[in-house]
């Protein structure tokens, strides 16, 4: 070994942690070069400084205070993952508290981002399934149909008369509104809404509804092979007495929209009973065979006490002459032609007392 | 340990125990308590390491608060870890193999806190009679005949704090806590042959250091 190799190996050397070959060379150096021997000697002293470095003490509370933060660490350790689900008492019910705050802010911000959104859309819908529904029958259609009246009352919906031709199916009308009196021009297609199954169920409800003093009921007949007596028993059997509203041809104009539903009273059973039966009469015995075909629109009604719409009638010697008290008019349309069957209506059953036709805008009694 | 964002040295402590050659260590019935949850036993190693362990943190720290830190986070992060301690080295070996580490990372946050600082407590204080610098009562030592010694002491001391942290602490641990080479290589997780190097460089500049401030040596 070198020199400068024995310089650097000394500090091994007093470690004693280099082979016994190494040993023997560094000794052997060490006899003749005193630069190595001086440099070994403050080497040793070095460490022997080093060493005679006096140790500090922990502080008295180092123990203490290590295993105190050790239970700590052991109490965690114990708890586990399950543990961590249960904070200490302390630190979770303001955990809750702000949880729930946070629910309750996030669920105001949801409800108000909803509502601008859902009510404009409110009213059309309602107003659309209104004017969808009208036209159907049956018992659980007309429920549906009442539903919808009282939405349109609320809403003061107007709805024009118009004839309405009769599906395959039965259909039904929504009622049509009475126009004021005093409208010469637009005569009243007053409306009757029967309403057996209501009036059934519905005593309560039913003691609150107004005699209306026209009423009138509509059979609109379509299909030319079909009987319209049929579909008048269909329609009677099915309970349902069906208001359609039929344009006032006296004035000759056309139907006027009606006023609002919501002023229009409710007939009475036994109006509507007769207006069956004199719908019925009217098929079965008045009505030309001819005319049982498509195209013929008809509706009966009663004669109102004060004959709104229909003041030409005081003229009538027919109707003048007649002493019956419960008068009933069936309203005929058949290829371009208008006509009004007038009935009266004594011991239970109807009588035809005469026939209108319309000629140069007036009512005319047939011959 | 968890606040300093410090690794606790688990791989470290395989490491360490691979190197070392099984050894008959005092400590394993304690230790074997410990790791079945008898936190007395682990309270009797806590007691019985932790004035060796405070001396190598402070060594190499060279603050004895932030020795007397490191000390507390190293035992807590033993505890936290001791199920991993297989005894394959030492139980002192492996937990002095944690105070290293720590001390590192302490060294390395006092470093950029300094760093960070317009001034240090320890700073010379400007006065009307001139500089004054603190002269804060030494811990080590307080009988006056021995003076002398206590002032060799601090040279020596400083000398140690004036090396850089990787032969510093091979200087520590082989010199002040008398470990083999072999163990130390396995603690910093370097060579034997680096580990000699290092120790001898470590001594030379400390001779050199001490010359200058003793005169003789």
Redesign the interface.
């Known amino acids: 070994m070198e020199h400068n190799d024995i310089r650097h190996k000394l500090s091994e050397y007093i470690d004693g942690s280099i082979t016994a070959q190494e040993k023997t060379e560094i000794e052997e150096h060490l006899k003749t070069c005193e630069t190595c021997k001086d440099a070994l000697q403050e080497l040793r002293k070095t460490i022997e400084h080093v060493k005679a470095i006096d140790e500090v003490e922990p502080p008295s509370w180092m123990a203490q205070k290590i295993m105190a933060k050790v239970r700590v660490e052991a109490e965690e350790k114990k708890k586990g993952l399950f543990g961590r689900f249960f904070l200490p008492i302390s630190i979770k019910p303001p955990i809750q508290a702000v949880a729930v705050l946070f629910l309750a802010v996030t669920a105001f911000y949801i409800y108000r981002s909803i509502q601008p959104a859902s009510v404009p859309s409110e009213a059309p819908i309602q107003e659309f399934a209104a004017k969808k529904e009208a036209p159907s029958a049956g018992i659980a259609k007309d429920k549906m149909a009442k539903a919808d009246e009282s939405a349109y009352r609320s809403k003061k919906v107007r709805q024009t008369p118009e004839y309405k031709a009769l599906d395959m199916k039965l259909e039904y009308e929504k009622p049509a509104p009475p126009v004021p009196q005093e409208q010469p021009a637009a005569t009243v297609p007053a409306p009757a809404k029967r309403d057996f199954d209501m009036a059934e169920n519905n005593e309560a409800s039913r003691e609150k509804q107004l005699t209306t003093p026209k009423t009138k009921a509509a059979a609109p007949l379509q299909a030319g092979k079909t009987d319209p007596l049929d579909q008048l028993k269909q329609r009677s059997a099915a309970g349902l007495a069906a208001p359609a509203t039929m344009a006032e041809q006296a004035s000759g104009t056309a139907a006027t929209p009606g006023a609002d539903f919501a002023s229009v009273p409710r007939t009475e059973d036994k109006d509507a009973e007769e207006i069956l039966s004199v719908m019925e009469h009217f098929v079965r015995y008045d009505l030309q065979d001819a005319m049982k075909t498509k195209g013929l629109q008809y509706s009966a009604r009663r004669v109102p006490k004060d004959l709104a719409g229909l003041q030409w009638l005081r003229d009538s010697t027919a109707y003048r002459s007649s002493t019956c008290s419960r008068k009933y008019l069936v309203d005929v349309e058949f290829s371009g032609k208008s006509s009004k069957y007038l009935y009266c209506y004594e011991q239970n059953k109807p009588r035809l007392l005469t026939v209108y036709e319309l000629k140069a805008g007036t009512w005319v009694e047939r011959k | 340990v968890h606040k300093n964002g410090t690794n606790i040295p688990v791989t470290l402590s395989k490491d360490t125990e691979d190197i070392t050659t099984p050894a008959q260590d005092d400590d394993a019935g304690l230790v074997s308590s410990s790791q079945g ?1 008898d ?1 007395r036993a ?2 009797r190693l ?2 019985k390491h ?2 060796r362990m ?2 190598t943190a ?2 190499i720290i060279g603050d ?1 608060d932030d ?2 830190e490191v ?2 986070d190293a ?2 992060a033993a ?2 870890n001791i199920r991993t301690f297989r005894g394959q080295a030492k139980f002192s070996t492996w937990l002095t193999s944690i105070i290293v580490n720590l001390s590192k990372n302490r060294l390395k946050q006092v470093r950029s806190r300094q760093g960070h600082e317009v001034f240090s407590l320890n700073d010379p204080v400007r006065t009307d009679d001139g500089e004054m610098t603190m002269d804060p009562p030494s ?3 307080s009988v006056l005949d021995r003076m002398e010694k206590r002032d ?2 601090v040279r ?2 400083d000398c ?1 704090n004036a090396l850089d942290q990787d032969f510093r602490e091979v ?1 520590v641990l ?3 806590q008398e470990f083999s ?1 072999e163990e130390i290589g396995g603690m910093l997780k370097v060579r034997s042959g680096t580990v ?2 290092r ?2 460089r470590a ?2 500049m ?2 050199d250091c ?2 200058r401030f003793l005169g003789e ?1």
């Open positions: 949850g936190l682990y309270e806590v007691i932790q004035k405070l001396n402070f060594r004895y020795a007397c000390v507390q035992f807590v505890y936290r811990r080590d030592l060799v002491q020596v001391q140690i200087l082989r010199d002040l080479y000699k190097s120790l001898f001594r030379e400390v001779k001490l010359k040596l």
